[in-house]
Every structure is written in structure tokens, then in C-alpha cells.
């Protein structure tokens, strides 16, 4: 069964510093999707996106972040200048279309910032 | 935007007993409603999900039902087993524009006691 595979699996980085979190869709899926779950809590909606753009993206998702599909197959989430609340587990997911489908979350990328 | 509440928060059960736990959510647009198995460290994975055209689905020994008017919707388990101890996530999806977001409830962690 195809799945999203996330990279690097544990991110250690630096207060400050910018951090790129690689994900790889499904191939045949469209939609693309990122949230955070801080440790011991609820899942969390960061962003979609579709078609090459965002299409929706939450309160979290302020400037500091952003989204890209640089060559058709990875979808990246970049986090410029990290904060310590930026400690995280990132999942990405991705679903074939975007209403009332199941999307396939990736396992995950742990990310703490020191 | 959309809240969504999960009780309880833990749940422990004797093997072969159900389990249910229940959300709610604010936004009449709502209208997808995935449950999430999560075990530990591990990435949430779809047991089932329901659109608002339904009342009830089931599969096997899990089960979800829907209450539009209410804004409810419940998870059923019947005959649990060991194996189904894990933190479960409800959601509920509105579709904006060309995307949607997602909303997950705060978990409910269950036990299944042998």
C-alpha cells in the first residue's frame, strides 16, 4: 500500500534557526496538508494546499512558516526562525481529492528546538 | 471557526466490553467526520469516517454515528481487545473555498484492560 513518507524522521535545531521538513505524497493524490501535534496534545491544522498554492491555512500558519512543491513529487514545510514552542511532531498528509476523502497521514518528523 | 469536544479524555475498559466516545462540533458546515487511531509515537491512522448524508456506519466491530441536528457524532467498540488501546481523534472537515480544514478533537485515550 503507498505511503506518505516524511524526512528527516527527528529534526534538532537551533533557537533561531530555519528548519525544512520534507514530505512525499501519495503519487496520485492532490491534496497536501501539514499540522503539528504538540506533545500530549490535540492534532493541530497548520495548511492545504492544491494545485500548486495554498488553499486553506489556520491561525498558526502565520509568516514564519510556508509551503512549497519544488519538483512535483516533495511537499516541504519551512519554518523560518524556529521558537522554542515550535517543538513538535509535524505530520504531513495527503488525500485524492479534497472533500469528505481520508487522507494518509506520513509518520511524522519530531521536531525540537534547543 | 469550528470547535470540536472529545469526552472523555480516558477510557478503560475490560477486554470485551464497548467503548464509545463522543464529539461535538459548533459549524453546521461540517459535513466529513474521520476517526483517528493513534498509537503511541506513531501517526494517526483513519479507522473510519462518515459524511453528513449518513446516520450510522460500521465496519466490523468499530462504529460511527451521526447526529446532525444534535452536532454530535459518536465511535462505538464492541468485543475490544488489547490491541485497540491507543488515543483515538475525532474531526470534523469543512470544505472553504478550494481547500478545507480539518478540526481534531483532544483525544480520548483508551485502555483495554485484559
Known sequence: EPEVTQTPSHQVTQMGQEVILRCVPI?????FYWYR??????????????????SEKSEIFDDQ?????????????KIRSTKLEDSAMYFCASSPQVFS????FGDGTRLSIL | GENVEQHPSTLSVQEGDSAVIKCTYSDSASNYFPWYKQELGKRPQLIIDIRSNVGEKKDQRIAVTLNKTAKHFSLHITETQPED???????????VGTGNQFYFGTGTSLTVIP
Open chain 1, 65 to 77: 512558516f510556508s509551503v512549497e512543491r519544488p519538483d512535483g513529487s516533495n511537499f516541504t514545510l
Open chain 1, 37 to 54: 501535534q504538540i506533545l500530549g496534545q490535540k492534532v493541530e491544522f497548520l495548511v492545504s494546499f492544491y494545485n500548486n498554492e495554498i
Open chain 1, 27 to 31: 503519487s496520485n493524490h492532490l491534496y
Open chain 1, 101 to 104: 476523502q481520508p487522507q494518509h
Open chain 2, 85 to 95: 488501546s491507543a488515543v483515538y481523534f475525532c474531526a470534523a472537515s469543512i470544505r
